[in-house]
């Protein structure tokens, strides 16, 4: 908050032709950021992921907390695109999808059944091949593990159910 009161008030001390001046800058600034932001989901929707299956489906390798902090940095220390924007850019996934999926219960199969998980997945695959970047250790470690499936896509979490019963 004392960020935004010291902005606040370097504007009250500016003359109102330099306001206008700093109105018309930052929005030249978001503008130029939104296209940089629609032309980088374009590229990446352009992308052709390897070992996508005819149908559109690719098994997944990266856990459903995983999926949850790589959306997280996209939005909150890259700032490139909009919510909307990403949500159009994963095939029109609702909002509601989306906050569901980012505030359910941490854990490795916690959301796998959300749609955003599958869709983000795609995407963030897609950005990395984009980009030139490594699969990490962590995605080779799954990818052994998982086999050639992936993880599965339906919720797991963690809760399992346990019939007792009394014997005669």
């Given amino acids: 908050m004392p960020q935004v009161e010291k902005e606040k008030a370097k504007l009250k ?3 109102p032709q330099d306001r206008k ?3 018309t ?3 030249e600034k978001k503008t130029k950021k939104l296209e940089t932001g629609d032309e980088l989901l374009n590229k990446i929707q352009e ?3 390897p070992d996508m299956e005819e149908d559109g ?3 997944v390798y990266d856990d459903c907390d995983e999926i949850r902090k790589k959306i ?3 939005f909150l220390v890259e700032k490139i695109v909009t919510k909307a924007a990403f949500l159009r850019a994963l095939g029109d996934v609702n909002s509601n999808s989306l906050r569901s999926f980012m505030n359910l219960k941490r854990g490795a199969g916690s959301g796998a059944a959300n749609v955003v998980y599958r869709t983000a997945y795609i995407f963030f695959e897609k950005k ?3 980009e030139g970047g490594k699969k990490t250790k962590k995605r080779l470690d799954n990818e052994k593990t998982q086999g050639r499936q992936g993880f599965p896509l339906r919720h797991d979490n963690g809760m399992r159910r346990v019939i007792v019963g009394i014997r005669t």
């Fill in 13 to 15: 001390t500016l003359k």
């Fill in 21 to 23: 001046w700093k109105a």
């Fill in 25 to 27: 800058e930052e929005k």
């Fill in 47 to 49: 992308v052709e992921l």
């Fill in 57 to 59: 489906n690719v098994p």
């Fill in 72 to 74: 997280n940095f996209f």
């Fill in 128 to 130: 990395r091949i984009l």
